[in-house]
């Protein structure tokens, strides 16, 4: 199969090729301009072609929870989002601790044909913090890193020992850094807000004091470990003292924590209640400033979804999360590139190069010979976020009717088009 995308401005996160036709065949880039019979063409005049994104942090809920989402809809939520991987997290029913279910995961998701899998394995057997997965065997499953994620490891010495099991096999330790004692049962950011709102509160203290623990023993064992979604000031202050000393540590922040503050629960909708929580305004520029300074590797998504029903409990009952993954790159380009505050190209870095680099694989790139997973990204015009309209299960958003601009068109996948936006 031979493709043609024509006159589009080309750009990745390492040159802007200008405008030219793109030509792709049997699943990679064949080249530019190069003219000749096509089993299929685009015009894509106006608009933006660059690699489809890569996101380390999404909740795909299968198996198990199935009712909140599954890799049907996820994958083509995040293929309807222009990324073109992702990596699933373990803290499904079953939990993801044995080697069956990673193969499983992965067999089922090829079978999807959206946006290309790779499976997070957990780090303990039931998320319980009390015994270690087998790492090796989930490694030749085919999961690409270990992580709790969604429950922190409490024990530091279990912690120390994951650490030390993952570096030789060149894993990647992903945390989910709150102190649970700590912690309590804060169900947002300890503060005036919280005081204001008489609701239990979650200091920044208790993420800052896990971020030093995890950095700590990352440094201590030569493991590269991933801080995830960090949301506060004096957490990325940690993982920037950290990373000053050498550790091998990466930071990843997420949609939410940069745009959305602690204030958004004023109403007390469960919809803004996530883990780690909103903070303040403070926090929220003091991670658009590290995004600047590039002190951030990636920019999770964390997509989190949960039916309607779970989320208009009362906020102590509802559970944690937001889906973001089909706006994510929406609401990225409108609030902090529209507005000058970064340039495309450090967007594009942050969820192409970035996390490609975090994870050890190649550059996504728009050379010749390069996988073909693209996105065609319409960057002049602004659409309300339709939320009724997701491919992800969980069809409602804290920006449900909120016009961003930057929207994803079309995703290909190995030079397969998998995504079509309506008009
Ligand atoms: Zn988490």
């Known amino acids: 199969m031979r493709t043609v995308i024509k006159n589009a401005r ?53 198996p198990g929870q199935e009712v909140k989402e599954d890799l049907c809809s996820g994958l083509s939520a995040a293929a309807a989002g222009g990324f ?19 193969a499983d995961l992965i067999a089922k998701a090829k079978a999807v044909g959206q946006a290309r899998l790779k499976p997070a394995a957990a780090l303990s057997h039931g998320l319980k913090g009390e015994l270690l997965t ?26 120390r020992r994951a650490c030390e099991y993952a570096a030789p096999l060149g894993l990647i330790i992903q945390t989910h850094s709150e102190e649970p004692s700590l912690r309590q049962n804060g169900v947002m950011n300890e503060g005036m807000v919280s005081q204001r709102l008489g609701l239990p509160g979650n200091p920044s203290s208790a993420e800052a004091i896990m971020i030093y623990r995890d950095c700590e ?31 091998p540590v990466t930071a990843e922040v997420t949609p939410q924590h ?19 929580p909103l903070r303040t305004q403070e926090d929220v520029d003091y991670l658009r400033d590290a995004l600047k300074r590039g002190v951030v590797d990636n920019i999770g998504t964390d997509h989190a979804p949960h039916t309607q029903a779970e989320k208009e409990q009362d906020l102590v009952a509802a559970p944690f999360g937001i889906a ?43 050379k010749p010979g390069q996988v073909a997973d693209l996105v065609v990204l319409e960057l002049e015009q602004s659409y309300p976020v339709e939320a009724a309209n997701f491919k992800s299960k969980a069809k409602f958003s804290p920006w449900d009717g909120q016009k961003l601009t930057g929207w994803p068109v079309a995703t290909f996948i190995g030079g397969k088009q998998v995504f079509q936006r309506d008009s």
């Open 84 to 102: 073109g991987t992702v990596i699933s997290m373990a803290n499904t029913n079953p939990t993801v601790d044995e080697p069956g279910l990673v």
């Open 134 to 159: 087998d790492f090796a065997a989930l490694k030749t499953a085919g999961a690409v890193m270990i992580t709790d994620d969604g429950i922190p490891v409490a024990d530091s010495h279990l912690m």
């Open 217 to 247: 023993l990352a440094l201590m064992t030569g493991a590269r470990v991933h801080i995830a979604h960090i949301s506060s000031r004096r957490g990325m202050q940690v993982v920037e003292w950290f990373k000053e000393q050498g550790a």
């Open 324 to 366: 973001n993954i089909e706006l994510a790159f929406a609401l990225l380009y409108t609030e902090l590139v529209k507005t000058g505050e970064l340039s495309l190209v450090d967007l594009l870095k942050l969820l192409q190069s970035g996390p490609a680099r975090i994870m050890n694989w190649p550059t996504p790139k728009l």
């Open 10 to 62: 080309l750009l990745d996160s390492e040159a802007d090729y200008g405008l030219n036709d793109l030509y792709l065949k049997d699943g990679l880039i064949e080249g530019y301009n190069l003219g000749g019979e096509v089993t299929e063409g685009d015009d894509a005049a106006g608009k933006t072609v660059t690699p489809a994104f890569i996101d380390l942090h999404t909740h795909l809920r299968e």
């Open 258 to 276: 940069l745009t959305l503050t602690d204030e958004a629960l004023a109403g007390f909708d469960p919809i803004f209640k996530v883990a780690p």
